[in-house]
């Protein structure tokens, strides 16, 4: 395997989350879906208009790095079905799907799987971006000046336990810091 290839599973399984820029109608969604298991039978559909695949297994088969599988789904989706996706990877699936959000002109955002790139692409981000967050708990975090991920990271366990509750805080700050 080459360099990138050993990168991408260094840390965890290279995850993809593709996101349909609106909803769409349930045949559309299934040819998606029928397209994402041709490159990895490891997919979670998330009707109506996400799916989360793993895609270990396809980087050796495809000989390709998860940000070119996602290029090549990306482009089948368009060509095929008219259908613009945005694709996040990441090696887990709240960071992929927040990277999902803001692919960029390419319609692919990737996220490096170290701790130092992960923290790079988490950190700066404002709180209510985190996955799974609700407004609620962003509202009362800013409340409490923790405006970025970063700044939710670097709180002690128990202070986001009694901010935000014991399992929700303890969630919210494990996603944080991409745990």
């Known amino acids: 395997m080459d360099k990138e290839h050993e990168q991408a599973t260094e840390h965890g399984s290279p995850i993809l989350h593709l996101r349909c820029e609106a909803p769409v109608d349930e045949d559309l969604f299934r040819l998606l ?4 298991t041709e490159v990895t039978p490891l997919v979670q559909a998330l009707p109506p208009a ?3 695949a793993d895609v270990t297994s396809s980087l050796r088969y495809f ?4 940000a070119d599988l996602a290029r090549m789904i990306r482009a089948r989706a368009l060509a095929l079905y008219g259908l613009p996706v945005k694709i ?3 090696s887990n699936w709240s960071i992929a799907a927040m990277a999902s959000r803001e692919p960029g002109p390419r319609g692919v955002c990737t996220v490096g799987s170290s701790s130092e790139a992960v923290a790079d692409f988490l950190h700066p981000r404002p709180v209510g971006e985190l996955y799974g967050i609700g407004k609620t708990q962003a509202d009362t975090l800013t409340k409490f000046g923790v405006h970025t991920i970063g700044l939710l990271a670097s709180l002690p366990e128990a202070t986001v336990q009694r901010v935000l509750g014991g399992r929700p805080g303890r969630l919210l700050r494990e996603r944080a810091r991409a745990l």
């Open 33 to 36: 879906l029928g397209l994402v």
């Open 50 to 52: 996400a799916l989360v």
């Open 63 to 66: 000989d390709r790095a998860p």
């Open 88 to 90: 996040g990877v990441a």
